[in-house]
């Protein structure tokens, strides 16, 4: 397999596309494997997007009193913006859209500034179903984000980087899920936790009439949902540099096998989406701080000892 | 720096400073939040744009973060948790105007009066500049630096394995829940079907999009 290579300059807009295309992609599986679609024909759940995107570009625009429509919008646009963000950093094939020294940390504080935009959407509308998600969401984020941060140090660890490309390179031998399998876990159940998917779902819940999304007006509740589709989509992606080795594979070339592997990681979480329960951000916070947290510690001290014997041998 | 460096490099600061001043103005908790964390991200891309990338992206990682810790404490403390009213943000003016004009005078005379020296040696590539801001800032102390967060986080996390036993919901005896309850509590126990047939199964589930 080839080094990483940073890639052209209109790169940034290609990126930006497939992302995009991937996320609509994401959307049309997603309705053809929803469990309470079952009646409609599997032709029209596949066309899904399209039915939503024409529905809620022409969905009647309403507006909630005293809303703060700039914070609103934000909390709308930015979901889909961290999502393009991310995606500079994140190999496709052996080819990148930039390779700063720094990437892994770059992935991380944009999945931070998810914090801002997810209490934002729900700050925003001056309305009680989306503020309670809004907060909701920043309970949940309190009980991820540790593990995850933690899931990001241990690849680092291994390879001695925080670039994203030496991280990919350093998987040549053995991919680092091999290595490093609870790390991998964590990360993909956070990638689905930042995006509010599935049990992770919470802040945007049924019994709070949608939560976060539930004052979006169409044009902006369509945004919200690429968003979420995209964040799916690039931290698949990004697991699949970190724990999966990247573009590695035999015959097939590195970008297929990135679109491949991406593809299974994706597929499993929306398949995922209906079949788990949600889970309230009290007994996700007990878990992810007296159970995923210290195992995700052990996991990043075995790597650790890992690394270190390897690098002394 | 390159010209277009010096540019962005001025762009941002302008951004800072404008956004710090917002944070006085504007009339709403929320605002003055992230007025103050897009202060703050503008300070993080400073710091990119002089080759600290690791030190620049943290600060952007840590303020965001502080902002959104912030706003859990604004719903804990504030008589209006939800901050959703207009009101001022500014309490004793006078000394807090005096405080921060005086420290930004003081620290912008000092970043331009300061004999900067000279740069020795060769300058690090990118990749080693965190390693080599490290190596100025703590020197032989490095490892006890590192050992020692290890052992502050450890700390934070027995405190609150200690501290709170129980979740906020966890006194009410198992029974006292309403079975509503409890089907959200009990991942399992899947009963069949409701009576409309559909996908109900005393689980909440994540929305969809038939909305």
């Known amino acids: 397999m080839t080094a990483v290579q940073v890639a052209a300059g209109w790169s940034v807009v290609a990126a930006a596309l497939i992302v995009i295309g991937a996320a609509v992609a994401a959307g049309a599986l997603d309705a053809a494997v929803d469990p309470r679609s079952r009646t409609v024909s599997l032709s029209a759940r596949l066309l899904r997007p399209v039915w939503e995107t024409s529905r809620l570009l022409l969905a009647q625009r309403r507006a909630t009193t005293a809303a703060d429509g700039l914070l609103a919008s934000a909390g709308s646009v930015l979901p889909l913006l961290i999502a393009l963000a991310m995606v500079a950093v994140v190999p496709l094939g052996d080819r990148v859209v930039a390779a700063p020294t720094v990437g892994l940390v770059w992935f991380n504080a944009m999945d931070v500034v998810l914090w801002i935009a997810w209490w934002l959407a729900g700050w925003g509308p001056n309305s009680v179903h989306p503020l309670v998600g809004g907060y909701r969401f920043l309970a949940q984020a309190l009980a991820y984000e540790l593990p995850l941060m933690f899931a990001l140090t241990a690849p680092a660890v291994a390879a001695g980087s925080l670039s994203v490309p030496d991280i990919v390179t350093a998987q040549q031998q053995v991919w680092f899920v091999a290595q490093m399998p609870i790390a991998a876990a964590v990360f993909i159940g956070a990638v689905a936790a930042f995006s509010l998917w599935g049990p992770f779902a919470h802040p945007a819940g049924t019994d709070i009439a949608g939560g976060v999304l539930a004052e979006q007006p169409g044009p902006a509740r369509l945004l919200v949902r690429l968003g979420q589709y995209a964040l799916l989509v690039v931290g698949s992606a990004m697991a699949v540099a970190l724990f999966f080795g990247g573009g590695a594979g035999p015959v097939l070339a590195p970008w297929a096998w990135t679109v491949i592997k991406t593809a299974v990681i994706l597929a499993a979480l929306v398949w995922l989406r209906h079949r788990i329960p949600v889970w309230r951000p009290e007994k996700l916070m007990r878990t992810a701080w007296l159970v995923v947290l210290p195992v995700t510690l052990l996991q990043l001290l075995a790597v650790s000892i890992l690394t270190v014997a390897g690098a002394a041998a | ?211």
């Open chain 2, 1 to 211: 720096m390159s010209a277009a460096g010096i540019a962005v490099f001025a762009a941002l600061a302008v951004i800072a400073v404008a956004a710090g001043i917002a944070v006085f103005v504007v009339d709403s908790m929320a605002r003055a939040t992230f007025a103050l964390a897009m202060s703050f991200v503008a300070v993080g891309g400073e710091l990119v744009l002089l080759t600290l990338a690791y030190l620049g992206v943290v600060t952007i990682l840590m303020m965001v973060m502080e902002m959104a810790i912030m706003v859990i404490f604004m719903v804990m403390f504030m008589m209006n948790p939800a901050g959703l009213m207009p009101m001022s943000m500014l309490h004793n003016k006078r000394g807090a105007l005096a405080i921060s004009v005086g420290t930004f005078a003081l620290l912008a005379a000092g970043a331009l009066a300061v004999p900067w020296p000279a740069r020795r040696g060769v300058v690090p590539a990118p990749a080693q500049t965190t390693r080599a801001a490290g190596e100025a800032i703590m020197g032989g102390q490095m490892p006890v630096m590192v050992g020692i967060s290890a052992v502050l986080f450890a700390t934070i996390v027995s405190a609150l394995m200690l501290a709170v036993p129980h979740g906020r919901y966890d006194h009410a005896p198992r029974d006292a829940r309403s079975p509503h309850d409890r089907g959200l509590h009990d991942n399992a126990g899947h009963d069949g079907t409701h009576h409309d047939g559909t996908h109900h199964d005393g689980t909440l589930h994540d929305g969809g999009d038939w909305r």
